[in-house]
């Protein structure tokens, strides 16, 4: 294929390579007015790996501090795989990097989409034999002389921080990269100019549009603090490590965030770094407890329990931590019905001092479980959507169903489900490819319940970070750190699971408004 070829046969597109190479290399980039002194392929930045980025303007080596002119950012994938996958992280590049326009196509499709800030909408769409077609509408909207946007906030970027598009492959294949988890596209089965998209990859005749409405969230508790419980009554799916790390990461986007932990196992006070004490008599919980919140209505509140956690995150947040003593104590507190609703009332107590409260809950239908459902505005249901875990779904669903019966009682809204969360999912292609669409698709479609679009992968890295140890002496200590910290000062490979939860904190700030 020439450069000057003037229509494109995306049959000739087999693998992601020749996507790059046949469709944006020798045929896009040109079309749309970019030289090769203007746009740059396997672009790295930080933690954030692009496949090309072009500018307006032709760029010598980068400098830093020097400010980069407007830019559209591409995204190339495997012919066989769905777009709407990869929307997330087309929304996260564009939003992290503050760039206008992205580009996303497997060969036999193309999407542009534009960062509104908050979101991406799509404003093109084609098939990819029809780019020829329609090439002038694309140099309109992301064509090189188009892309004149001062109000675009510019790109600082270092000549260390870009790899360029003259690397070597053995160089590109070190980069490394991030699954591309099966995520509901924000399009699917939107109205685009009085028509409907209803399949994920388009095998319809073309659908353009100068932009989506996406659906209007409703946010009733705004500007109020605002309680998420998260829970599942399987254990073992990644209930406390959602807790602690999505608690890390909404602090670390400048929210102040309470972690109640109501569990008896006390997994989120261990990962908070609250337990450093060897020997029982040293135990400074004991008498410090979530517990001691219920127990009373007239004494031991919020501010009296909260312990700041330890070199868990930067900054760190608060925690009301939990002991394995709540076991014995619950049967006290079950005779006692205002237990059910101290949480709430004490929580009202300080709704001036934080915004965001999670609550990591027991995976039961105990007393503890009742009450972090009471409290909670919202909730969200970790689950790796494996047989076992799915099945304990309709359970959930009636104890919801449940609560929600008492709530109208005590005049408290029904609990809002944020969705269920794809937790500790494999990053094995193949299953990626196949299997786990299915899995998501039968928690909409069998148990009838709202999927969240972000997905946390299984990752060593998420281990290590609570596993953490400090030797003091002859005596080892635990020391654990939040995803977010580890990634940051300790462990770069851990970046991967970090953004993963950077998205995860966006899309919960949307959501709850």
Same mark, same amino acid.
């Given at each position: 294929?020439?450069?000057? =070829?003037?229509?494109f046969? !995306? ?14 290399? =020798?045929?896009?980039l040109?079309?749309l007015g ?6 740059h $392929?396997?672009? %790295? ?6 496949d090309?980025l072009?500018?307006? @303007?032709?760029? +010598? ?6 400010n980069?002119? !407007?830019? #559209?950012?591409m ?5 066989? =795989?769905?777009l709407?996958?990869?929307v ?14 992205g580009?996303?196509?497997? +060969? ?8 509104n $800030?908050?979101?991406i909408?799509i ?5 990819g ?6 090439? &002038?509408?694309i140099?309109?909207l992301i +064509?090189?002389?188009?892309l004149?946007l001062?109000?675009?906030k ?7 921080e870009?790899?360029?598009n003259?690397?070597?492959?053995s ?7 991030i699954p ?7 399009i699917?089965?939107?109205?685009i ?6 399949t994920?990859?388009?095998?319809? /005749?073309?659908?353009?549009t100068?932009?989506?409405?996406? /659906?209007?969230?409703k946010?009733?508790?705004q ?15 990644g ?15 400048g ?7 109501? &569990?008896? $196992?006390a ?10 004490f060897?020997?029982?008599?040293? &135990? ?5 407890? #979530?517990?001691?919140i ?11 329990l ?23 104590y619950?049967?006290?507190l079950?005779?006692i +019905?205002a ?10 107590? #300080?709704e %001036?001092?934080y ?17 972090a ?8 249901? !970790? ?12 359970? #959930? ?17 029904p ?5 269920v969360?794809p ?6 292609y ?6 786990f669409p ?6 909409? &479609?069998?148990?009838?319940l709202?999927? @969240?679009d972000?997905?946390i992968?299984?990752?060593t890295?998420?281990?290590q970070?609570?596993n953490k140890?400090l030797?003091?002496g002859?005596l080892?200590? /635990? ?5 977010i910290?580890f990634?940051?000062e300790?462990?770069?490979?851990? $970046?991967?699971?970090a953004?993963?939860?950077? @998205? ?10």
């Amino acid at each position: 294929m020439s450069f000057n =070829q003037e229509s494109f046969n !995306p049959e000739l597109c087999r693998n992601e390579s020749e996507v790059e190479s046949k469709l944006i290399v =020798q045929y896009l980039l040109p079309k749309l007015g970019y030289t090769p002194e203007t746009w740059h $392929q396997e672009v %790295g930045l930080g933690n954030i790996r692009l496949d090309f980025l072009a500018f307006t @303007m032709q760029m +010598g080596p980068f400098v830093s501090g020097k400010n980069s002119p !407007p830019g #559209v950012v591409m995204e190339a994938k495997h012919p066989k =795989q769905n777009l709407n996958n990869h929307v997330p992280r087309l929304r996260y590049y564009l939003t992290s990097l503050d760039v206008r326009y992205g580009l996303l196509t497997n +060969g036999k499709e193309i999407r542009i989409y534009e960062n509104n $800030q908050d979101d991406i909408l799509i404003i093109f769409q084609c098939l990819g034999e029809e780019i020829a077609i329609y090439i &002038d509408e694309i140099r309109g909207l992301i +064509g090189r002389d188009a892309l004149h946007l001062p109000e675009l906030k510019p790109l600082n970027l270092s000549q260390s921080e870009i790899i360029d598009n003259n690397a070597s492959i053995s160089t590109i294949s070190n980069i490394s990269t991030i699954p591309n988890g099966p995520a509901i596209s924000i399009i699917e089965n939107q109205t685009i100019e009085n028509r409907t998209i209803e399949t994920p990859i388009i095998e319809t /005749p073309i659908i353009r549009t100068t932009a989506i409405e996406t /659906p209007t969230i409703k946010t009733p508790r705004q500007d109020i603090m605002k309680s998420i419980a998260i829970y599942h009554n399987k254990g073992g799916v990644g209930k406390t490590t959602v807790a602690i790390n999505l608690a890390a990461a909404l602090r670390k986007k400048g929210k102040r965030v309470l972690l109640i932990d109501i &569990d008896s $196992q006390a997994n989120s006070t261990f990962a908070a770094g609250l337990v450093k004490f060897q020997f029982d008599e040293d &135990d400074d919980l004991v008498e410090n407890n #979530v517990y001691h919140i219920l127990e009373s209505g007239d004494f031991n509140f919020i501010p009296d329990l909260a312990k700041e956690s330890q070199y868990f995150n930067n900054p760190e947040i608060d925690v009301i931590p939990s002991h394995i003593t709540l076991i014995e104590y619950q049967e006290k507190l079950n005779k006692i +019905g205002a237990s059910r609703t101290r949480l709430i009332s004490k929580l009202k107590k #300080v709704e %001036g001092n934080y915004d965001i409260v999670i609550i990591d809950t027991p995976p039961s239908r105990d007393l503890y479980a009742e009450v972090a459902l009471i409290a909670a505005d919202y909730l969200i249901i !970790p689950s790796d959507l494996k047989p076992f875990a799915n099945q304990g779904l309709p359970t #959930v669903k009636n104890f919801i169903g449940e609560v929600n019966e008492y709530r109208e009682a005590i005049s408290k809204a029904p609990l809002e489900i944020l969705g269920v969360l794809p937790s500790k999912v494999s990053t094995n292609y193949k299953f990626l490819e196949s299997t786990f669409p299915k899995q998501r698709q039968v928690i909409i &479609d069998k148990y009838k319940l709202p999927l @969240m679009d972000a997905v946390i992968y299984e990752r060593t890295a998420l281990s290590q970070c609570l596993n953490k140890t400090l030797m003091i002496g002859e005596l080892e200590y /635990p020391d654990p750190k939040s995803i977010i910290k580890f990634a940051e000062e300790i462990e770069k490979t851990a $970046q991967q699971s970090a953004m993963e939860f950077d @998205m995860l904190a966006k899309e919960v700030l949307k959501k709850i408004g």
